[in-house]
């Protein structure tokens, strides 16, 4: 397996974080102009960013 070649699959996987991580921000941001605390803010941020990297490794296990 050639590691320096770019796959489909890399650009995939690429193209999903992407997503998720603006997904996450966007979501910071939305309980942040809700009233909440950064921290509050902060938690649920790093709760989403969880949720995505653990469903995308179940995906990826998938058949």
């Known amino acids: 397996?050639?590691?320096n070649k770019i796959s489909e699959h890399h650009i995939l996987?690429?193209?999903?974080a992407i997503a998720?991580?603006?997904i996450a921000?966007?979501?910071r941001?939305?309980?942040i102009s809700s009233g909440y605390d950064a921290g509050t803010a902060n938690l649920?941020?790093?709760t989403?960013?969880?949720i995505e990297i653990?469903?995308?490794d179940v995906k990826s296990m998938l058949p």
């Open 29 to 31: 941001f939305l309980c």
């Open 48 to 50: 989403m960013l969880g």
């Open 13 to 16: 996987y690429i193209i999903t």
């Open 20 to 22: 998720g991580f603006v």
């Open 1 to 3: 397996m050639d590691f």
């Open 44 to 46: 649920v941020f790093v």
């Open 54 to 56: 653990v469903g995308g």
């Open 25 to 27: 921000v966007a979501v």
